[in-house]
């Protein structure tokens, strides 16, 4: 599922696994890394996703030694899960007719 | 929603749309014409799309004086009607969580 503002993917699958990743990983250069995309991709589409929001998905903690990790904030975990609920009901509730679509595909 | 085989997007919402303008018009010139689109891409998306079904969705008719024009197959009007019948029954299960998921986004 996408979710589009005009012309800009807002919310897609791209954007969530890169929330799930920063969620199990607490920062946003091991989340990249786990995704095999660079960080400063990663941080693009955090941006971009934090600006499309009221709230930001990811609160970056500034300064300390290693730098202050990232985490999602109760905004990006509520995102993550509804997007997750969508997909699974949207499953579910077209089973008969996804089922009818996948015997059109070859092989 | 998208389809992807392997990683490429056998079935999306480009896709789709491609076919609904060429069952309207008849021709891929016209059709790629009404998306806005290149002669080559449009030409490109449907060659893609019939490789990945078993059956080609869309039958270009040879020659004549103007050319022969393109229509769907009965393959290709049972994808494009799957997949619209797909999208309205996933909207209409997942109303709450999408109506929820709207409101976290700005404006």
New interface residues.
Partial sequence: ???T?GDVI??GPGKIALLEALDETGSITAAAKSLDMSYRRAWLLIDELN?????PAVATAAGGAKGGGSALTE?GR??VG??R??EA??L???KP??R???????S
């Fill in positions: 599922m996408r979710v503002v807002a919310v600006r499309t929001l009221k709230e905004t509520a995102l509804l997007y609920q969508i009901t949207a579910q509730a077209c007719e996804i009818q679509l996948m015997k059109l595909l070859a």
